[in-house]
């Protein structure tokens, strides 16, 4: 799939189950569809997918919230046969567009210590390190690595 070939939109509640399926392809510790509902009606939250322009299918998300000019992201999630595509990175960036519009000026995430994949990502997109919490994770223990991009001066 080149990425031409995605479609990157705002999740609409049809989508929770495809995401939720998406959440279990990690085994334990992925969000529920019970969470994820609980998710989508949460004010101040935003959530896009990508969608597989052909057939339509759902095949990557993200999630997070915003409280005034900052913004968190919860989840992303990329499906495990589109992965290394070119889609997170698509994610971002539009996540950035929307964010900027919303006036937000700072965007902050934890990633795994050990997900070198995540890191690399983000900081391509330009997010830098700003703090470490030590065995913040289970299921194995890992610390959390806080990042942060500044949106605008």
Not at 49 to 69: K, P
Not at 132 to 145: F, Q, T, W
């Amino acid at each position: 799939m080149l990425l031409s070939e995605v479609t990157i939109r705002e999740m609409v509640e049809s989508d929770l189950p495809t995401v939720a399926d998406l959440e279990g392809e990690e085994g334990a510790g992925g969000w529920t569809l019970a969470q994820l509902a609980a998710e989508f009606a949460r004010p101040g939250g935003w959530r896009l997918v990508a969608l597989d322009s052909s057939s339509g299918q759902v095949v990557s998300y993200i999630i997070g919230g915003q409280v005034l000019d900052e913004a968190e992201i919860f989840r992303l999630r990329v499906a495990r046969d589109h992965r290394r595509r070119g889609i997170a990175a698509a994610l971002l960036l539009g996540l950035e567009q929307l964010l900027r519009r919303r006036g937000v000026g700072r965007c902050f995430l934890e990633v795994r210590a050990g997900n070198q994949a995540a890191l690399t990502l983000y900081a391509k997109a330009g997010f830098a390190r700003r703090g470490l919490r030590r065995s913040y994770y289970r299921d194995p223990v890992d610390d959390a690595v806080i990042m942060q991009k500044t949106l605008s001066e």
